[in-house]
């Protein structure tokens, strides 16, 4: 149980493009789901909280206008990195907390490698 | 001071040793904690988790909190190469984030 899915997992896009990338929750419903990057060597950073049903919550420092966060179902967040650049190359990876879970734990999905040239 | 503090490593250990990781957290108001292992290039996996003081044992696994001193361990028994990863300490403080460590690179040798 417990299963996070994204889509795509790799993507290549050429600077000035939009890309979407999918976060699903396979097997349990999920109100809140969120979204990190990880940039090389470096830890988690946590970029929003999506809601389902209402407006994410994005960290300090994180453009709300490039990374447009839609939470439509119980089970579907997506993630548009509008306008991308080269610096927008990131893995970017959403968690998902289920619902009837224990100790509001979050399961992540495998991640989304973006190579923008 | 770093909310959630981790000694970022590497730790080295020779294969069937105990593998001790430490990670300290700022907030006494924080109410569970988590362990993730991220191998390179992946994606955080579950370990465990624990939000009462004490032990939590799991296969090779135990989580160990200590909320006075503020502090959670995981130790892995019985190291094998395949535990090589990064490490991660989360600490759910406001009931919605976690706030992750920099995580702690732990190295099995066989």
């Known amino acids: 149980g417990a299963v996070v899915s994204q889509h795509p997992s790799w993507v290549i896009c050429k600077s000035g493009t939009s890309v979407k990338i999918e976060c699903r929750s396979l097997d349990f419903q999920a109100t809140t789901m969120f979204w990190y990057r990880q940039f090389p060597k470096q830890s988690l950073m946590l970029m929003a909280t999506s809601n389902e049903g209402s407006k994410a919550t994005y960290e300090q420092g994180v453009e709300k206008d490039k990374f447009l966060i839609n939470h439509a179902s119980l089970t579907l967040s997506t993630l548009t990195v509008t306008s991308a650049h080269p610096e927008d190359s990131s893995f970017y990876i959403c968690?998902?907390?289920?619902?009837?879970?224990?100790?509001?734990?979050?399961?992540f999905g495998p991640g989304t490698r973006l190579t923008v040239l | 001071q770093k909310e959630v503090e981790q000694n970022s490593g590497p730790l080295s250990v020779p294969e069937g040793a105990i593998a001790s990781l430490n990670c300290t957290y700022s907030?006494?108001?924080?109410?569970?904690f988590f362990w993730y292992r991220q191998y390179s290039g992946k994606s955080p996996e579950l370990i465990m988790f624990i939000y009462s003081n004490g032990d939590k044992e799991d296969g090779r696994f135990t989580a160990q909190l200590n909320k006075a001193s503020q502090y959670v361990s995981l130790l892995i028994r019985d190291s094998q190469p395949s535990d090589s990863a990064t490490y991660l300490c989360a600490v759910n403080r406001d009931g919605n984030k976690l706030v992750f460590g920099a995580g702690t690179i732990l190295r099995v040798k066989s």
């Open positions: 968690s998902a907390r289920d619902l009837a879970g224990v100790a509001d734990t979050q399961y």
């Open positions: 907030d006494r108001g924080s109410q569970s």
